[in-house]
């Protein structure tokens, strides 16, 4: 009889592809035949969890990311194999005797000769001495000269060190303040495509990395403002290659927790090529518990119910009018969406916000209540929504849907370019998935004549 073992290597590497980095390891130690398949999957995509437990709390400090450094250190092939990197810095333990630091900090200092100027060179080898954890954190970025993909949150960074204070200060540059640095210096960050960015300070010379396409921002990211591009480096005339943008924004929506210059520093001329905009809402709130001392834990908080409405995208989207060809609006991952129920949907008085202003946009995906509420009467589309829309999906459909077609079909002269109808449902909201499968109204029947194609999601 046949067994796993007698497939194809690229037919291994698929199935194992889809394992996570627990079962990855646990494949690691079967057999011969599939240590190298587990071990080649687990060093393309390096992962050190997020140092938050499921209940939000920090975790304990421990050595995981120095071990990776010094594996990769002593085995070059295996940082060559490295295409996708998630970690922090600041909850980094050093190790005890006998981790072979002498040896690895040589190697250390070998990355560091390479590359950095003279003016920074002792300063970032004297951190690495000290077993900083932030300046090994830029080794890292060294070594990794295939990178395309970067989850990065530097929890080092606090607000003692101030709003002008740099990541890659710490990262690349020691302790040593003021100027600024070109990051496609950095061989894992030359190729570098999508960069997710956890944490308070974003400056704008991430945005020069020539290769950036997709960017992601944490809740308590907040975009630059372009008054500070000439401080950082930035001609007038410079364009970045980021096409995508996701941001998290925390609702209630007031001016403690909005991006209230989101939309001015989009509209800037290096976002020109910047087409699609993914904005994903929370409703929790991350506090310092000051009774366990500064930094130590941190306590998800349930904010209030009382949202307001979306009148505060308006005007940050009227900015993007121009460019934006896609725009996804939905609820942070893992987030209980039901704080929706007190945000009123857009159009609603006294000051109307709709999304007529996007006269470029092709694809949007929103919540059914951003458009409507259950049991209320289904606004006119066409007061809604841009006539160029050729997609058209709602996140977490209730049983009003059927109402809400009646008005689509009798919209449809309106929306020539529209096509598809997407249906992402939610098991905890709206109709569930295997419930909207099943379903026989005959209005699909009328969509699909009309030439609709209705997609479903769970």
């Keep these: 009889m046949a067994s796993i073992t007698s497939?194809?290597?690229?037919?291994?590497v698929n199935v194992a592809s889809s394992l996570d980095q627990q079962s990855l390891c646990s494949l690691n130690l079967v057999s011969k035949k599939f240590s190298p398949i587990a071990r080649d999957i687990l060093y393309s995509r390096p992962y050190i969890p997020p140092p938050y437990g499921r209940d939000g709390l920090r975790t304990e400090p421990d050595d995981r990311l120095l071990h990776l450094i010094r594996t990769l250190l002593d085995n070059p092939?295996?940082?060559?194999?490295?295409?996708?990197?998630?970690?922090?810095?600041?909850?980094?333990?050093?190790?005890?005797?006998?981790?072979?630091?002498?040896?690895?900090?040589?190697?250390?200092?070998?990355?560091?000769?390479?590359?950095?100027?003279?003016?920074?060179?002792?300063?970032?080898?004297?951190?690495?001495?000290l077993g900083d954890h932030d300046a090994w954190g830029g080794v890292l970025l060294a070594i990794v000269p295939t990178l395309k993909v970067l989850e990065f949150q530097p929890l080092s960074v606090t607000p003692e060190d101030g709003p002008t204070y740099h990541i890659w200060q710490k990262l690349f540059r020691g302790d040593k303040m003021g100027g600024t640095i070109d990051l496609n210096l950095i061989p894992g960050l030359k190729g570098l495509q999508h960069l997710h960015f956890y944490g308070d300070y974003f400056q704008w010379e991430w945005l020069k990395l020539s290769s950036l396409q997709f960017l992601r921002l944490g809740v308590v990211c907040h975009m630059p403002v372009p008054e500070e591009m000439a401080n950082h480096g930035i001609s007038p005339g410079t364009i970045s290659a980021i096409t995508t943008l996701a941001i998290t924004q925390r609702v209630p929506f007031d001016s403690h927790a909005v991006q209230p210059h989101l939309g001015h520093s989009l509209a800037h001329p290096i976002?020109?090529?910047?087409?699609?905009?993914?904005?994903?809402?929370?409703?929790l709130l991350h506090l310092p518990d000051p009774g366990r001392g500064p930094g130590t834990l941190v306590r998800l908080y349930d904010a209030s119910r009382h949202c307001g409405d979306w009148d505060y995208l308006g005007p940050q989207l009227e900015y993007l009018s121009d460019r934006l060809e896609s725009f996804w609006l939905g609820v942070k991952s893992g987030e209980d969406p039901g704080f929706l129920d007190s945000i009123n949907p857009f159009g609603t008085l006294p000051s109307p916000t709709t999304l007529t202003v996007l006269t470029k946009l092709k694809t949007l995906v929103l919540p059914q209540d951003a458009l409507f509420k259950d049991g209320e009467p289904i606004p006119d589309l066409c007061q809604l929504l841009?006539?160029?829309?050729?997609?058209?999906?709602?996140?977490?459909?209730?049983?009003?849907?059927?109402?809400?077609?009646?008005?689509?079909?009798?919209?449809?002269?309106?929306?020539p370019h529209l096509r598809t109808l997407e249906l992402h449902c939610r098991n905890d909201r709206g109709v569930d998935y295997p419930t909207m499968c099943s379903d026989d109204n005959p209005k699909w029947d009328e969509l699909k004549e009309a030439g609709f194609a209705v997609e479903i999601y769970h």
Aim: with cysteine; charged share 25%; glycine share 6%.
């Design 77 to 129: 092939e295996y940082a060559e194999k490295v295409h996708r990197l998630t970690f922090s810095t600041g909850l980094c333990r050093v190790p005890e005797e006998g981790f072979g630091f002498a040896e690895m900090r040589r190697k250390g200092v070998e990355v560091v000769r390479k590359f950095a100027s003279a003016s920074v060179r002792e300063d970032w080898i004297a951190k690495l001495d």
């Design 7 to 12: 497939l194809a290597n690229e037919l291994l």
């Design 271 to 283: 976002f020109s090529n910047m087409a699609r905009l993914e904005v994903h809402i929370s409703n």
């Design 386 to 415: 841009p006539a160029s829309l050729q997609t058209l999906g709602l996140l977490y459909p209730t049983k009003q849907l059927c109402d809400f077609l009646d008005c689509f079909l009798l919209s449809m002269g309106s929306f």
